[in-house]
Every structure is written in C-alpha cells, then in structure tokens.
C-alpha cells in the first residue's frame, strides 16, 4: 500500500465512465439548464458555465432562491430530473453498454479483502440499476446512491452525499476513497475530506486532470486502485 492511501477502510465509486464505458450527452444537458436559467431570468453571471450542469443548476438555484423565488428553483430542479432520466435512457448507449476492463474482478477482490465499497452517481436510480444489470454487475454491488435517494442539496459536489455513501459503509469520508471521471467528482471529494482518485477512462484525459489538479493521482481504469492499496 502507498503511504497517502494508509487508512483507507472503504472505496466509493463514480459509475459513468468510471465503471462503466457511457457516454451520456453532457453538452446536451448544459444547454438545457442555460435555457432554462436564462428563461427565468437568472444573469449568466450567476452561473459558471466553465463547470457541469449540475453545478450551473445550483448556481442558478441558489440565485433565484435568493431572490425570494424559491419555489421556481425546485421545480426547476423537478424538470431537469425528469429530462436528465430521459437524456440518460435513450443517449447513454445502453443497448450495448460495457464494463471497463476489469471492473468485475476489482469489486471481487475488495469483496474478498473485506473492504466495503460503494456507488454514488449523479445518474437516476432507475437508469443506474438499469446500466448496472445490462454489465452484470448489480448483483456485485450492495450500495448504490443516485440522485433520487436524498434532497438535492445532499447529492454531488455536497459533502453530504460522500458523507451519506461512507455512513452506510460503516466508516466516514476521511477514510474513504473515492474514484471519478469528471471534476465535480474531485470537488465532492474534497468538500467531504475524503481522498480522491481520479480516471482518464471518461471525458477528461490525463493531460486535462494535470491541468485542474497537479497533484491528483490519475489511472486509466479504476482498476488501477488495487496498486494503490495493496
């Protein structure tokens, strides 16, 4: 085991290319939630546009709640749910989904060394247990947390939803790996305390995870974490 990885007591992982090769039309779902904010009135400002569209939506959220308009931000929130779950059933490639190379086996070999580990995805439950099933790997994995399982305000780049993924691993964040593709992935860990693996596997490569991070560990599968704690 590397030093910096001494203590870990449980993994979570990010599941869109992390675990599993998809390929969901984020650019897409960008620019619905500018639609949607610049219709409300909410000012480009207010929103960074350099990040997800998650984050543009909290932003947007926290804007309109601040302007007395509460209500309109969770229904807001309502309808990027419902075509977030639409984008990612019919763009996600699922008809021929794959696991990465390797993926069974790793969650095997943390099974048999004893150390729980977990999924916590932005993706809707029924699209994650959907996916999980076309890989084979539902019945691998004990723990799923999606976006429908706690408010929004506890899911990614909250460090409630890292908090939520470790309590029901029996340990906390600061003991806990996590593992992603994408930067809001990195901010979740960070906001938690908990220690962060990134992979090139998805939409950022290694060159890019450089660029936001010098000091972020990058592999190309998640794979890779076996190196890094055994």
Same mark, same amino acid.
Do not use: N
């Given at each position: 085991? #590397?030093?910096? +990885?001494a203590g870990v007591r449980a993994v979570g992982f990010d599941l869109d290319?992390?675990?599993?090769d998809t390929h969901i039309d984020y650019l897409q779902l960008c620019r619905w939630v500018e639609e949607h904010l610049l219709a409300a009135g909410v000012p480009e400002e207010a929103f960074d546009s350099s990040f997800g569209p998650k984050l543009r939506l909290d932003d947007g959220k926290h804007w309109l709640t601040a302007c007395g308009?509460?209500?309109e931000a969770e229904t807001l929130t309502t309808a990027y749910n419902r075509f977030? #779950?639409?984008?990612?059933?019919?763009?996600s490639n699922l008809d021929r989904v794959t696991a990465f190379p390797g993926t069974a086996e790793l969650l095997d070999q943390l099974k048999s060394r004893h150390i729980p580990f977990g999924i916590l995805t932005q993706g809707s439950r029924i699209y994650?247990?959907?996916m999980l099933d076309r890989i084979g790997l539902r019945n691998r994995v004990g723990t799923l947390i999606t976006r429908d399982d706690y408010p929004p305000d506890e899911a990614k780049p909250a460090a409630a939803a890292l908090g939520h993924l470790a309590s029901r691993l029996g340990t906390v964040p600061a003991d806990l790996l +996590?593992?992603?593709?994408?930067k809001i992935d990195l901010l979740t860990a960070r906001s938690a305390g908990a220690r962060f693996v990134a992979v090139s596997s998805g939409d950022i490569d290694t060159d890019t995870w450089r660029k936001i991070d010098p000091a972020v560990t990058v592999l190309p599968y998640a794979t890779g974490i076996t190196d890094l704690l055994f």
């Open positions: 085991m #590397q030093p910096e +990885y290319g992390t675990l599993a308009r509460g209500a977030s #779950q639409d984008l990612e059933m019919s763009t994650a247990e959907t +996590y593992t992603g593709d994408l």
